[in-house]
């Protein structure tokens, strides 16, 4: 149970790492261009991390490299928001605020989680989470709020992404047992408050919250986007190609 909880935390920071990793390079200006793939390191800490507190639980013994690099398709527990294409710095920018407000709120939750390793995971990690919420939400104002073509492509990756977000707090079977044991946190209770905090920013950027309330979902059960099996095979290329090599 703890196991697949931690699966679920790590995969999320994994494959957001690879998907703002693609970009190093790609940047629209160096100082950007750094700053992402700072973020992207910063995120595949975070989950090698809990990949390495995970290889305790395995029933099966595997070490972090295995976890992250050799799973099927259907084993990773990551929302599908993570997982969507960096269409333009828009997409890329949208995709990491919304997640960002909802990272911001878990783990300062999780800090005070009675799994001791768990909570000093999170207390390690927040000072980098509360960056990369800075850094997107000054991105989000500047965008919205700065040429027209700039609000039109802020508003169009919102409108695209806005059917996403809803499944960051879905509860599993596994996370409900665990909140009511003090141990994971109960992600529901957050919607609220990342509703809140999202509007704000929405209205300062001069950007309009889309009308929608259905959202996708079922990454969280291993049912994942068309993108998520191009994403794995880039990323296991290596470790699959040549079985616990090490260099």
């Not at 599908?80 to 939750?109: G, K, M």
Request: proline share 2%; aromatic share 10%; net charge negative.
């Amino acid at each position: 149970m703890l196991f697949k909880y931690l699966l679920q935390l790590a995969d999320n920071q994994l494959i957001l790492s690879q998907r703002l990793s693609e970009l190093c390079g790609h940047g629209p200006a160096l100082e950007q261009d750094i700053a992402i793939t700072n973020i992207s390191l910063d995120l595949i800490g975070q989950a090698r991390l809990l990949f390495q507190y995970a290889t305790k639980h395995d029933d099966q013994k595997r070490n972090e490299d295995q976890l992250a690099l050799v799973r099927p398709e259907n084993e990773y527990r990551n929302v599908l928001l993570v997982e969507q294409p960096n269409v333009d710095f828009a997409h890329v920018i949208v995709r990491q605020y919304f997640y960002d407000e909802f990272n911001f709120l878990n783990y300062s939750a999780l800090v005070n989680s009675k799994d001791e390793e768990l909570a000093a995971i999170a207390t390690k990690s927040l000072m980098e989470v509360k960056y990369h919420l800075r850094f997107s939400r000054n991105w989000m104002l500047r965008l919205g709020d700065g040429t027209a073509i700039s609000n039109q492509k802020m508003q169009d990756a919102i409108d695209d992404l806005w059917a996403y977000p809803g499944e960051l707090f879905e509860m599993t079977a596994d996370e409900q047992v665990l909140a009511k044991a003090g141990v994971a946190v109960d992600v529901s209770t957050l919607q609220e408050n990342w509703k809140e905090a999202v509007l704000a920013t929405l209205q300062e950027a001069t950007l309009a919250i889309p009308e929608g309330t259905w959202h996708q979902t079922g990454g969280k059960k291993g049912i994942h986007s068309e993108y998520m099996g191009h994403i794995l095979a880039e990323m296991q290329f290596l470790q699959r190609a040549y079985p616990n090599q090490t260099w």
